[in-house]
């Protein structure tokens, strides 16, 4: 109750920043495929993973929040700080190439829906219009500006939501399947939910996360609480709000994708989605035009919101790693090695798009790269966030602990489920 009564708090809403961009550059352009792949396959059956994979998601986003605010440092800076640098180095390498492969995958997917929703021209023209746009924007823009924008783009998830109430929906069947699915436990039901749980809980997201706080930090010329405890509870339950409503607007984005594809193509024996425009195009034909055109439009509006992200997490941590100057506030030539990580992924991700590559190999890859590393980096996020050393009185409370340590344990089970059905 207490939560929701912040809600009101007019200065807690204007403070929605950080979490609430982070959990919906979650349902990222790659993500939507793997839902709507979940929904056309198992149709209602896999919704629970949402439900399951949304209090994970607040555990573990709220830690990586915690460790930014209170010491002021991103992510990587507070890893280097308290472990070996091998141990860094393979973490960050691991993470610039999972990011630079779902950037391809997002930029694609976004030249693809464009390419329907105009009716002509190239796929690949259109991909590169978007990755340059996005690059454009985060160079050229003053960071208070950049987070408005980003704010603004969240938007573009409601399309998801709309596109369910342009078609009929067994409300009642939804509501059984969710608390009771019903499928078999075999290769495809398992590689599909160790996907999802991938998409949802992504290496990148903690990194950008804690970054984002402690660019907060900076933009209001405000301490780490650290160094300033005075306004701790303030700033905690700011981020705790956050983080909250970031995450729950993501899964239940996520639920009404699975929910268009159950009701749509999973219903009309559609089974096999390759990508989020496969999608898209899909449902043309079954839920009309409306519906195709909303879905199509979210894909490139994610997507704008998901590649600056991707692109800037991996720029974050790769500057940290090396004690770089780094930041979205500060002017290119103030922070050239920052915006040249961004370049360099953002490109690479477009480059790869011309690679003679299978795009759902590559993000499988991806996936694969993310479900190994997210797992030791929450045990180091866990571990930095009960260090004294850095965290000084604001180590994690028992409810937050146990939290993260949920995460841990089934992140690590479908790991292991992952090598099982590979």
């Given at each position: 109750m207490k939560l929701l009564q912040h809600i009101t708090d007019h200065d807690a809403v204007k403070a929605l920043g950080p979490g609430l961009i982070t959990g919906a550059a979650d349902d990222d352009p790659s993500g939507i495929a793997t839902y709507s792949q979940a929904g056309a396959q198992f149709g209602f059956n896999m919704l629970w993973t949402l439900v399951l994979t949304y209090p994970l998601m607040v555990g573990i986003q709220l830690v990586s929040a915690r460790i930014g605010l209170v010491t002021g440092r991103g992510l990587a800076a507070n890893i280097r700080r308290a472990y070996p640098p091998a141990l860094l180095y393979c973490i960050v390498l691991l993470l610039l190439v999972a990011n630079i492969v779902n950037i391809a995958a997002d930029v694609a997917a976004m030249g693809q829906a464009l390419r329907l929703v105009i009716g002509l021209g190239s796929a690949h023209f259109y991909s590169l219009g978007c990755g340059f746009l996005c690059l454009a924007l985060q160079v050229f823009l003053p960071y208070r500006t950049y987070v408005r924008y980003l704010k603004w783009l969240t938007l573009g998830l409601l399309a998801y939501i709309a596109t369910v109430f342009a078609i009929r929906m067994p409300w009642g069947e939804v509501a059984h399947a969710t608390l009771m699915p019903h499928f078999e436990w075999n290769r495809a039901s398992v590689g599909l939910i160790v996907a999802v749980f991938g998409t949802t809980i992504s290496p990148y997201l903690f990194f950008w996360q804690a970054s984002q706080e402690v660019e907060e930090l900076r933009d209001s010329d405000t301490q780490a609480l650290r160094k300033a405890p005075a306004a701790a509870a303030r700033h905690l339950r700011r981020i705790k709000l956050d983080t909250f409503i970031g995450m729950a607007f993501s899964n239940i984005v996520a639920f009404f994708i699975i929910l268009t594809a159950a009701a749509t193509l999973g219903a009309h024996g559609i089974t096999d989605i390759q990508s989020s425009a496969q999608a898209a195009e899909a449902l043309r034909p079954i839920a009309g035009?409306?519906?195709?055109?909303?879905?199509?439009?979210?894909?490139?509006?994610?997507?704008?919101?998901?590649?600056?992200?991707?692109?800037?997490?991996?720029?974050?941590?790769?500057?940290?790693?090396?004690?770089?100057k780094n930041g979205l506030d500060m002017k290119a030539l103030q922070a050239r090695e920052f915006y040249a990580?961004?370049?360099?992924?953002?490109?690479?991700?477009?480059?790869?798009?011309?690679?003679?590559?299978?795009?759902?190999?590559?993000?499988?890859?991806?996936?694969?790269?993310?479900?190994?590393?997210?797992?030791?980096?929450?045990?180091?996020?866990?571990?930095?966030?009960?260090?004294?050393?850095?965290?000084?009185?604001?180590t994690l409370s028992r409810r937050h602990t146990f939290f993260g340590w949920l995460g841990v344990a089934v992140m690590a089970c479908a790991v292991v489920a992952m090598f099982v059905v590979a």
């Open positions: 035009e409306f519906a195709f055109f909303v879905f199509a439009l979210g894909i490139v509006g994610t997507g704008m919101l998901a590649v600056p992200v991707l692109a800037g997490s991996a720029a974050y941590a790769v500057t940290e790693s090396f004690k770089w990580i961004i370049a360099l992924a953002t490109v690479g991700g477009m480059a790869l798009n011309f690679a003679p590559v299978d795009p759902m190999q590559a993000l499988l890859w991806s996936a694969q790269i993310n479900g190994v590393i997210a797992v030791p980096i929450m045990v180091v996020m866990l571990l930095l966030a009960h260090d004294k050393a850095i965290m000084g009185r604001f």
